[in-house]
Nanobody, 123 residues
Framework: EVQLVDSGGGLVQPGGSLRLSCAVS????????IGWFRQVPGQEREGVSC??????????YQESVVRGRFTISSDTAKNTVYLLMDNLKPEDTAVYYC??????????????WGQGTQITVSS
């Protein structure tokens, strides 16, 4: 069974840091890209970052969101993808989700999702 379990959110002050984890099972990270997304109530979901282990661990950042502050990485031995978030700002407050794309059937199309983890940035 394909599963993605995202975790690591919480309450943090502006300027603080968090590391999100996406622990996957039921598939190989070499076969699929993993993306991080976020959603604020009443707003559309937006992409944050993604990584493709198969494609030489290529990474992508939505620069309008990340602005040089986040780093995505993977540990294939642990079947886990991470998102290190530095210099968090109140506008980063959202539910963050990791997701798996469709692999060769649909690169960049994300069809399997984690349950979401809340990040609240407030002083």
């Amino acid at each position: 069974e394909v599963q993605l379990v995202d975790s690591g959110g919480g309450l943090v002050q502006p300027g603080g840091s968090l590391r999100l984890s996406c622990a996957v099972s039921g598939f190989n990270l070499y076969d699929y890209a993993i993306g991080w997304f976020r959603q604020v109530p009443g707003q559309e979901r937006e992409g944050v970052s993604c990584i493709s282990v198969a494609d030489d661990s290529s990474t992508y950042y939505q620069e309008s969101v990340v602005r040089g502050r986040f780093t995505i990485s993977s540990d294939t031995a642990k079947n886990t993808v991470y998102l290190l978030m530095d210099n968090l700002k109140p506008e980063d407050t959202a539910v963050y989700y990791c997701a798996r794309d469709l692999g060769l059937r649909g690169p960049g199309v994300f069809g399997s999702w984690g349950q979401g983890t809340q990040i609240t940035v407030s002083s």
